[in-house]
T-cell receptor, first 111, second 113 residues
Framework: AQSVTQLGSHVSVSEGALVLLRCNYSSSVPPYLFWYVQYPNQGLQLLLKYTTGATLVKGINGFEAEFKKSETSFHLTKPSAHMSDAAEYFCAVSERGKLTFGKGITLSVRP | DVKVTQSSRYLVKRTGEKVFLECVQDMDHENMFWYRQDPGLGLRLIYFSYDVKMKEKGDIPEGYSVSREKKERFSLILESASTNQTSMYLC????????????FGDGTRLSIL
């Protein structure tokens, strides 16, 4: 079975600093990978996805992620954090149409 | 935009009650899913459906059942609610295919007293 590991449960950055949220996956077949964001009291919103093709994927709100097969990673980055980026972020891998989620990382942004 | 609507944002029920959570999507998606979300555990799949009247167990189906009589509607049923089913419940839908993202509703925060 496929799995997703998001190390740590909480990341805190200063406004304007680089955001880096890590995601590693295990998969026996080429993976389809997703990042979702959840703002307080809301459902999950798709940030970006990797299916095939370019390994650097750009998403909404200035986020991007790079698929590295050799490292089985799909880390999420944003060059400059904004206060509105404070939320919980989930990495997920697709298996036969079902998603397996990591446990999520809460991002805090300090003024 | 895809719209996934869950019938209640907050719900309070008593132990032993039969509880229905409703989810409707407006994008003609084939697939529909029910998850529960608990702090530190992420999202866990309860049940999913690839077509009308079709259902499959997810990772934690015990204590739950589902119904999909129409393509746009997917109901989660707690046959006899227990306190350990207090949680946030999220419904999602997607087109068929491995690459298709899931679209989520805003969730139902269910408390069982």
């Amino acid at each position: 079975a496929q799995s997703v590991t998001q190390l740590g449960s909480h990341v805190s950055v200063s406004e304007g600093a680089l955001v880096l949220l890590r995601c590693n996956y295990s998969s026996s077949v080429p993976p389809y990978l997703f990042w979702y964001v959840q703002y307080p009291n809301q459902g999950l919103q798709l940030l970006l996805k990797y299916t095939t093709g370019a390994t650097l994927v750009k998403g909404i709100n200035g986020f991007e992620a790079e698929f590295k097969k050799s490292e089985t990673s799909f880390h999420l980055t944003k060059p400059s954090a904004h206060m509105s980026d404070a939320a919980e972020y989930f990495c997920a891998v697709s298996e036969r149409g079902k998603l397996t989620f990591g446990k999520g990382i809460t991002l805090s942004v300090r003024p | 935009d895809v719209k996934v609507t869950q019938s209640s944002r907050y719900l309070v029920k008593r132990t032993g009650e039969k509880v229905f959570l409703e989810c409707v999507q407006d994008m003609d998606h084939e697939n529909m899913f029910w998850y529960r979300q608990d702090p530190g555990l992420g999202l866990r799949l309860i049940y999913f459906s690839y077509d009308v009247k079709m259902k499959e167990k997810g990772d934690i189906p015990e204590g739950y059942s589902v119904s999909r009589e129409k393509k746009e509607r997917f109901s989660l049923i707690l046959e006899s609610a227990s306190t350990n089913q207090t949680s946030m419940y999220l419904c999602a839908s997607s087109f068929s295919g491995l690459r298709q993202p899931q679209h989520f509703g805003d969730g139902t925060r269910l408390s069982i007293l």
